[in-house]
């Protein structure tokens, strides 16, 4: 039998805090699905609203347990 690996990575916006249609809500879950990314992959990242002042939204990133 052949083993096959995979990983997932997932980012997370919330209604209604993160936007309030379905466009925002998706930008804002890509943004923080390709931080997951960079932060190694396999990861879940939530959006988080960025500070007033602050240049670029972050995202928090989870490792998976």
Known sequence: T???AC?????????P??????DALLARADRALY????AGRN???QFQ???P??????AQIQSPS
């Open 2 to 4: 052949a083993t096959v």
């Open 7 to 15: 990983s997932v990575s997932i980012g997370a916006a919330s209604f």
């Open 17 to 22: 805090q993160d936007g309030r249609s379905i």
């Open 35 to 38: 931080q997951a990314k960079e």
């Open 43 to 45: 990861r879940v990242a």
């Open 49 to 51: 609203v960025p500070a």
């Open 53 to 58: 002042g602050a240049a670029a939204p972050d």
